[in-house]
């Protein structure tokens, strides 16, 4: 039997930030991961687990359809495992008030209405923090979908980051994360007073997050970087806080 075990994620961002929770938090998971060379667009699917990024949402659902497709269509004796990590966004995000796709209910909508095509479904989630696995009519392995931040409302992986911050952990004797988080928002409103802020207000959070990144006592530049690479005493968010373990949890439903 041939296992696939396959997560599609937007961009690297998304990718880099899974790959260090599931080596802290999942480690059985990672040294799957970790078996072979990782691809950021494999052109074949191996037995191990791979994270693909996909380089945005739509590209994400072209390819959960060429995934489903390949995989129904085929005879080969093929268990595979799915699972979809993308941004909720926000409504009206393109900034002009015009309709858009985006926002939780309608991007999971769009998810769901592929997925349906192919025999899968699920009900809308009424609770946050739960992700969604969809069920297939003969049974086949079910389908994860996790829409940032908290797969119930709008949003993005910032807005995730942004509630697990340990406002709390001290950086001097008398400096926490959270002054320097408080000073990062003052920064944005001044910016908005003095009419220098040239991006939309849907793009703040991420503004806020590579900015308090940006002025750690040793600058970070990468979202990942939230959770150390080697020592969990320099983490900057709490790993334990619900919002991130929900999504572990989810992370474990799909794939161990």
């Known amino acids: 039997m041939t296992i696939r075990k396959i997560l599609l994620v937007e961009g690297s961002t998304d990718k880099y930030f899974v790959e260090r929770l599931i080596s802290r938090e999942i480690p059985e998971l ?3 991961y970790k ?7 494999p052109k074949e699917y191996k037995d191990i687990f791979e994270i693909q990024s996909k380089g945005g949402v739509n590209n994400v659902m072209n390819e959960v359809q060429i995934i489903l497709r390949d995989l129904l269509e085929s005879s080969n004796d093929t268990e595979m495992r799915l699972g979809i990590i993308a941004d ?6 393109d900034g002009k008030g015009q309709k858009t796709e ?13 997925l349906e095509h192919y025999g899968y479904f699920s009900d809308l989630p009424k609770k946050k923090l739960q992700g969604t696995l969809f069920q297939h009519n ?12 908290s797969h119930f409302e709008d949003g993005y992986l910032e807005k995730l980051l942004l509630n697990s911050i340990d406002k709390n952990k001290p950086i001097t004797n008398d400096v ?3 002054h320097l988080l408080t000073e990062v928002d003052n920064a944005i409103k001044n910016l908005g007073a003095k009419e220098l802020k040239v991006f939309k207000n849907f793009r703040e959070e991420k503004a806020k997050v590579f900015t308090w990144l ?24 709490k790993i334990d ?16």
Request: avoid cysteine.
């Open 138 to 149: 003969d049974g086949l392995n079910p389908i994860g979908l996790w829409l940032m931040h």
């Open 35 to 41: 078996k072979n060379t990782f691809e950021i667009q």
């Open 30 to 32: 990672y040294q799957e």
């Open 176 to 178: 926490t994360q959270g």
């Open 88 to 93: 909720a966004d926000y409504k009206n995000a």
């Open 102 to 114: 985006t926002g939780f209910d309608k991007r999971w909508e769009s998810f769901s209405k592929i």
């Open 214 to 237: 940006a002025w750690q006592k040793e600058p970070r530049h990468f979202i990942a970087d939230v959770i150390h690479y080697k020592d969990p005493q320099n983490d900057l968010i």
């Open 241 to 256: 806080n619900k919002n991130i373990q929900a999504l572990v949890r989810w992370l474990r439903q799909v794939f161990v």
